[in-house]
């Protein structure tokens, strides 16, 4: 069974300063999909970010790049001039191909508080 | 246009009262998903509809009961629930392609609360 992996429960960052949320995952298969979800305190799930593990070239979105080791199973968003409104809980999530492919693995999440 | 939209957005209800959670999409995606999520722990997957009809059921109770009347409605029909069964309950939608369904989009979910 796949697992997701967010180490750090809470982290903190100085606003226009840059911050690297953790994320590993395990899985036996070759082929798969990887997202960064954020989640402010608002409810909403907003996806951030995906990474298709075929692709070796890291996704970015802005202010937002991850750094993608499909090797080591490391799954990493760096997150660049932080901004107030970037505080939340950022959820890691997992999704293989194919018939599986409805099912995302999260993490347990990481809460980023930006400080003023 | 990646918006979902849920209704209400809080609900509070009674053992015995039976209510209904509305998800609406207009993005054109085939799959919609229901989750459920309690605080500070990630959503937990309750239904997948693909092309309107039940794919996945995660071994739900029956007192949640899903309905999809068409591709871009879902609707979570709830009846005798338990107070265990507060939570937030999300919505999600996503297109579908030869290798599967691509990212999900969540709408902004239903507070619930079960008195």
């Known amino acids: 069974a796949q697992t997701v992996t967010q180490s750090q429960p809470e982290m903190s960052v100085q606003e226009a300063e840059t911050v690297t949320l953790s994320c590993t995952y395990d899985?036996?298969?070759?082929?798969?999909?990887l997202f960064w979800y954020k989640q402010p305190p608002s409810r909403q799930m907003i996806l951030v970010i995906r990474?298709?593990?075929?692709?070796?070239q890291n996704a970015t979105e802005n202010r937002f790049s991850v750094n993608f080791q499909k090797a080591a199973k490391s799954f990493s968003l760096k997150i660049s001039d932080s901004q107030l409104g970037d505080a939340a809980m950022y959820f890691c999530a997992y999704s293989p191909p194919g018939a599986g492919s409805y099912q995302l693995t999260f993490g347990k999440g990481t809460k980023l508080s930006v400080i003023p | 246009d990646t918006e979902v939209t849920q209704t209400p957005k809080h609900l509070v209800m009674g053992m015995t009262n039976k209510k209904s959670l509305k998800c609406e999409q207009h993005m054109g995606h085939r799959a919609m998903y229901w989750y459920k999520q309690k605080a500070k722990k990630p959503p937990e997957l309750m239904f997948v509809?693909?092309?309107?009809?039940?794919?996945i059921n995660e071994s739900v109770p029956s007192r949640f009961s899903p309905e999809c009347p068409n591709s871009s409605l879902l609707n979570l029909h709830l009846h005798a629930l338990q107070p265990e069964d507060s939570a937030l309950y999300l919505c999600?939608?996503?297109?579908?392609?030869?290798?599967?369904?691509?990212?999900?989009?969540f709408g902004p979910g239903t507070r619930l609360t079960v008195t």
């Open positions: 999600a939608s996503s297109a579908l392609g030869l290798a599967g369904a691509h990212e999900q989009y």
């Open positions: 990474q298709e593990a075929y692709k070796q």
């Open positions: 899985t036996s298969e070759s082929d798969y999909y």
């Open positions: 509809y693909s092309y309107e009809k039940l794919s």
